[in-house]
């Protein structure tokens, strides 16, 4: 139902920086719920940082707490990760990902939906992080 591209990806060196973007097509955006989702070669796709369609609610993983920024832009149908003090484990496929959100629920702007990939219908392609020692 949307599209997400990510883009920002590439090589940095460990205490680098990283600004990722994604970009949604469609004109839906403000029904959706933006994620973050990470996954290492040979690990499980583990969840990032998410935050709910108005910016109300925001939900970081404890691994990224204090050095990655999750932001939205409605009016460009944009998401935006921006990553700072970057760790070799930091290395991963980012993907940008994309929850509609219809009606209302008690569950739906929780850190508990919100950190399941499951609650994701959409899905951008993913952009390569590298982060060197």
């Known amino acids: 139902q949307v599209q997400l591209v990510e883009s920002g990806g590439g090589l940095v060196q460990a205490g680098g920086s990283l600004r990722l973007s994604c970009a949604a097509s469609?004109?839906?955006?403000?029904?959706?719920?933006m994620g973050w989702f990470r996954q290492a070669p040979g690990k499980e796709r583990e969840f990032v940082a998410a935050i709910s369609p108005s910016g109300a609610y925001i939900y970081y993983a404890d691994s990224v707490k204090g050095r990655f920024t999750i932001s939205r832009d409605n009016a460009k149908s944009t998401v935006s990760l921006q990553m700072n003090t970057l760790k070799p484990e930091d290395t991963a496929v980012y993907y940008c990902a994309a929850a509609l959100r219809r009606g209302s629920g008690l569950y739906y702007n929780t850190r508990e939906a919100l950190s399941r990939p499951g609650e994701y219908a959409d899905w951008g392609q993913g952009t390569q992080v590298t982060v060197s020692s």
């Open positions: 469609g004109r839906t955006f403000i029904s959706y719920a």
